[in-house]
């Protein structure tokens, strides 16, 4: 079990675990992708270099917080969304009918385990 980039069983770290934007390229693969267009997907990666995060640090500094909070049993969890859906399926409407459903299932929560929700959505 990995913890923060250090082994769980003995606490050392290996700076080649040390994340970098293309550290995920030295994982071994377990689910393989075959791209039949790869100098399309070297354009795709060479754009994404160019674009901004998703998400910010301080956003993940913040998660990160809250589900220790969650851990800790001082704040629920509550994770929804589809499985694995298409690209093509993803546009306002079905994002903004989910969205709508876990704010409602968190206000529910809060208001009757008394405790913070952690809201978490693919």
């Known amino acids: 079990m990995i913890v923060n980039n250090k082994q769980a069983t003995n606490g050392t770290s290996n700076s080649s675990d ?15 992708v075959s791209y039949e267009d790869q100098e399309h997907l070297q354009k795709v990666i060479k754009n994404l270099d160019h674009v901004p995060p998703l998400v910010t640090p301080a956003e993940i500094n913040k998660l990160r917080y809250q589900l ?5 049993s001082k704040a629920f969890l509550l994770q929804g969304g589809d499985c694995a859906e298409l690209f093509e399926y993803c546009s306002q409407e079905p994002i903004e009918s989910k969205l709508k459903v876990l704010l409602q299932m968190s206000l529910v929560l809060t208001w009757g385990a008394r405790i ?7």
């Open 18 to 32: 040390a994340w970098t934007p293309s550290s995920w390229q030295t994982k071994k693969i377990k689910q393989n």
């Open 116 to 122: 913070p929700v952690v809201r978490m959505a693919r």
């Open 68 to 72: 220790k909070q969650v851990a800790l």
